[in-house]
């Protein structure tokens, strides 16, 4: 005797061993021996033997038509043994029986399951979107198909063209553009990436990156939403000084000057004057909306997204011409440049001139000469009270050799990029440094006196963090470190600006103890610089691959950091080296090999020690 049964969502075919009640020991074709229910037996049969009756009914329901078995099935459940006999007119054959139960189950469309063996066919509307839903996906698969195989052969299908912001930045694993690129790299056995790239698809390395990155930070774009008219600014004091600011040639936001003026007593007033923003764009304001949602200007080598529109940028900029609004730190000081007293005022700041650093020179740090260079005195004035500052604070600043980097977007194809060394720590760089850091330490003060509470950057045990509270900076060695100078290019300080103005004017707080909306200015703006900076740092990699490819460079130097991690000597680019050995020593030759600008790496390898 042999068995037709159901197990695990599956028919078999097998030799009855032993009949129990309610199981029985089974042996299938393959000789293997199985318990199995009773109640999952659905046919008990004489002939043929298992396999071949498992044979015969595979063939027979092969030429079964489904459609018209839902036809023939009437609207009830059924057995499929019973569908058997009216399909076949007679008593069905154990095989004709059991092909019926393979038709049945390979039609889930046409019937449903309802128990072992029996079934129920679908309803003329559920059938009828089973149907059309199948006969698109099989639309759907031809498609996918020949898509893949125009992107296998090189070519891109304008279905493709019109898809590749999503394939690039947004992938939507079930978009059929994505099930095409993914069957082509399956077939070529490549990555998307560089699939599309040999299809065409990437005609610029740097905006392939650069959209990336909009894509992620900028889903809307950057266009700056309707804000309406520029704000008027207040009627404000007009300060009785000379301002200049010290800045590279390509700044336009500029948030500081300086000014020094000799006192009849032989002191000199020193201000420090940071642009004033705040006067105009309350909180709450459309203008705010813009800042609270891009939180700081991005930089990056040759171009930036900015926080505000240029046009409000343009009447808040500290540029040479006319008075602008200011929030003005003035320290007196004693001749040798050691503060006495300072205070803070809102007003109106005369800006004179805005000197570039590429040009100013370090005439100042000498000693003074005829037909010095103008502003040389003031330069003097400041650097006599950053040396004061630094001494007190007592964390000399460590000379570090920075990168400037300069596209040429008009160079063929792509730009072309110089990258300038800059050493940090010259006196020019400390003297700004120590103003802007004396400045928003002073300012943190003066919020802690008026119990108000601002956007802190606090430094202890190594951690670095923001706080809405003031706390030390032990890196910069000051008691409290206030995001206060910058309001043009990053939010935190525009909020912090708002509260100073209140603090020094006696209006109400913005911003009061608790705010929910300090807080949440807190997190997002950590989140969202953390996110501009590593953006920066990508695209500087990016560009000093760039330099690599565009100057053919086929050996650079490097000094060793740690393990197989190297900086190059004439770019701050760093890489490891697979093959460096142990004891190459501090400084190597490495072979430059190919540069991938869209995965962004450069294949290096040992070439020896580094002389010289």
């Known amino acids: 005797m042999h068995v037709f049964f159901e197990d695990d ?4 075919a097998a030799t009855v061993l032993a009949d129990n009640d309610t199981s029985l020991q089974v042996e299938t074709a393959s000789g293997k021996r199985m318990k199995i229910k009773a109640a999952n037996v659905l046919l008990r049969f004489a002939d043929p033997a298992p396999a071949a009756l498992l044979a015969e009914a595979h063939a027979l329901a092969d030429d079964i038509d489904p459609a018209f078995l839902w036809e023939a099935s009437g609207g009830g459940e059924f057995a499929f043994v019973d569908l058997a006999a009216e399909y076949f007119g007679r008593a069905p054959q154990p095989g004709e029986a059991a092909s019926l139960a393979f038709c049945l189950h390979g039609s889930p469309m046409y019937f449903y399951k309802k128990g072992k063996g029996r079934y129920k066919a679908a309803p003329p509307e559920a059938l009828k979107a089973a149907l059309a839903g199948a006969a698109r996906k099989r639309r759907e698969a031809e498609e996918v198909a020949e898509l893949a195989g125009e992107l296998v052969a090189g070519r891109l299908p304008q279905a493709i063209r019109e898809s590749l912001p999503m394939l690039l930045y947004r992938p939507d694993k079930q978009a059929l553009a994505s099930r095409a690129v993914a069957a082509a790299c399956d077939s070529a056995h490549t990555n998307a990436l560089a699939l599309l790239a040999a299809c065409g698809a990437i005609t610029s390395t740097h905006d392939y990156h650069f959209d990336r990155f909009l894509a992620e930070a900028f889903p809307r774009g950057t266009a700056f939403p309707s804000y309406g008219v520029v704000p ?19 700044t336009t936001e500029i948030d500081d000057a300086f000014s020094v003026r000799a006192l009849p007593d032989g002191n000199f007033e020193i201000g420090i004057h940071i642009a004033a923003p705040a006067v105009a764009i309350p909180r709450g304001s459309a203008l705010d909306a813009i800042a609270r949602a891009r939180l700081s200007t991005v930089y990056m080598p040759g ?54 650093l590429d040009a100013i020179g370090e005439q100042f740090a000498m000693s003074a000469s005829p037909n010095e260079p103008r502003w040389t005195d ?35 194809p792509d730009g072309k990029v110089s990258i300038v060394p800059r050493p940090r720590g010259s006196p020019l760089d400390k003297l700004v440094a120590e103003l802007m850091i004396h400045v928003n330490s002073s300012w943190g003060k003066l919020l802690q006196e008026a119990n108000a509470p601002g956007l802190y950057r606090t430094q202890q ?5 923001m706080s809405t509270k003031p706390e030390a900076h032990q890196g910069l060695g000051v008691a409290q470190y206030l995001w206060a ?21 006696g209006d109400p707080l913005p911003y009061a103890e ?45 000094s060793v950091v740690r393990d197989n991690l190297v900086r190059f000597d004439a770019l701050p680019l760093y890489v490891r080296v697979a093959d460096l050995p142990a004891a190459a020593g501090p400084r190597v030759r490495l072979a430059i090999g190919a540069v991938d ?15 010289g």
């Open 9 to 12: 969502g599956a028919f078999k």
């Open 232 to 250: 008027e600014v207040p009627e404000l004091p007009l300060a009785g000084v000379q301002a200049f600011s010290i800045d590279d040639a390509a």
């Open 303 to 356: 171009r930036k997204i900015t926080m505000l529109p240029d046009e409000v940028i343009g009447r808040f900029t500290l540029a040479a011409g006319m008075p602008r609004p200011a929030l003005s730190l003035y320290i007196e000081t004693a001749p040798d440049g050691t503060p006495l007293r300072q205070a803070t005022r809102l007003e109106r700041v005369p800006v004179a001139a805005n000197l570039r």
């Open 378 to 412: 003031e330069l003097r004035a400041l650097r006599r009270l950053t040396e004061k500052l630094e001494a007190a604070r007592g964390k000399p600043d460590v000379p570090r050799l920075d990168y400037t980097f300069i596209v040429d977007w008009d160079a063929a």
């Open 461 to 465: 045990a190594g951690k670095v963090k």
């Open 485 to 505: 100078s910058s309001p043009l290019r990053r939010y935190s300080d525009l909020v912090n600006q708002r509260q100073l103005i209140a603090a020094v004017r």
């Open 514 to 558: 608790g705010d929910a909306e300090l807080f949440a200015v807190l997190g997002d703006f950590e989140a969202t610089y953390a996110q501009y900076a590593e953006f920066q740092s990508r695209m500087e990699h990016y560009w000093c691959l760039r330099w690599l490819d565009q100057e053919k460079s086929a050996e650079a130097t490097a």
């Open 597 to 611: 600008l869209l995965a962004t790496t450069v294949e290096v390898r040992y070439a020896g020690v580094a002389t």
